[in-house]
């Protein structure tokens, strides 16, 4: 219960994102372009289904990602760790390839391999801060509230306005009963969903 509360939490505050507050790589949009036409196509494909929501996710489209990833059976996350730690093999300096895996990983439970595989997203691409953030959501979904808020701070030196990440950073200050830190950060999504 505790886990669909936090990845609604952050879906939630993470709809402003449409409108791209912060920078997203011409190559990520173009990407997504590409993605949306395949899904048009073949809307029923687990695979080209699973593509564009990782597309959304990095690029902080999290709403968008998760209703595709909602589509999706449960066991196609074996598929996508097969698929993907056999790439990673392949190509070791393409950042797509662990984070598409670590979430493979996230959805059988296996979070503290899926953090791993995050890091190495950040290690090849320190810029992808949405790698930051889902690290940052899997240690708050854990319950290492301390981890989540350094991993927070760590993304938002990134991208100052990343919305999803303050609102991550708000929501494990109220775990910590730190109110005013919490509301603080709330009033940045707030003004970031305004712009």
């Given at each position: 219960?505790?886990?669909?509360?936090?990845w609604?939490?952050?879906?939630?505050?993470?709809?402003?994102?449409?409108?791209?507050?912060?920078?997203?790589?011409?190559?990520?949009?173009?990407?997504?372009?590409r993605?949306?036409?395949?899904?048009?196509?073949?809307?029923?494909?687990?695979?080209?289904?699973?593509?564009?929501?990782?597309?959304?996710?990095?690029?902080?489209?999290?709403?968008?990602?998760?209703?595709?990833?909602?589509?999706?059976?449960?066991?196609?996350?074996?598929?996508?760790?097969?698929?993907?730690?056999?790439?990673?093999?392949?190509?070791?300096?393409?950042?797509?390839?662990?984070?598409?895996?670590?979430?493979?990983?996230?959805?059988?439970?296996?979070?503290?391999?899926?953090?791993?595989?995050?890091?190495?997203?950040?290690?090849?691409?320190?810029?992808?801060?949405?790698?930051?953030?889902?690290?940052?959501?899997?240690?708050?979904?854990?319950?290492?509230?301390?981890?989540?808020?350094?991993?927070?701070?760590?993304?938002?030196?990134?991208?100052?306005?990343?919305?999803a990440?303050?609102?991550?950073?708000?929501e494990?200050?109220?775990?910590?009963?730190?109110?005013?830190?919490?509301?603080?950060?709330?009033?940045?999504?707030?003004?970031?969903?305004?712009?």
């Amino acid at each position: 219960m505790r886990f669909i509360f936090f990845w609604y939490s952050f879906i939630v505050f993470s709809l402003p994102v449409f409108a791209f507050p912060y920078h997203v790589d011409e190559a990520i949009l173009d990407e997504i372009i590409r993605h949306k036409s395949r899904y048009e196509a073949m809307p029923t494909s687990n695979e080209i289904m699973f593509d564009l929501a990782m597309s959304y996710a990095y690029s902080g489209q999290i709403l968008k990602g998760w209703k595709l990833l909602k589509k999706i059976p449960k066991d196609y996350a074996h598929t996508v760790i097969v698929t993907y730690e056999k790439r990673m093999k392949e190509d070791m300096n393409e950042w797509r390839y662990p984070f598409k895996c670590a979430f493979g990983y996230f959805f059988v439970g296996e979070k503290k391999q899926s953090i791993s595989l995050f890091k190495r997203v950040i290690e090849i691409n320190p810029r992808q801060v949405w790698g930051y953030g889902f690290i940052a959501l899997v240690y708050g979904e854990m319950g290492e509230v301390e981890k989540a808020i350094e991993w927070c701070e760590k993304g938002l030196v990134i991208e100052p306005k990343a919305t999803a990440i303050h609102f991550l950073l708000g929501e494990a200050y109220r775990k910590q009963r730190k109110y005013f830190l919490a509301l603080k950060q709330l009033m940045i999504v707030g003004r970031l969903q305004g712009q």
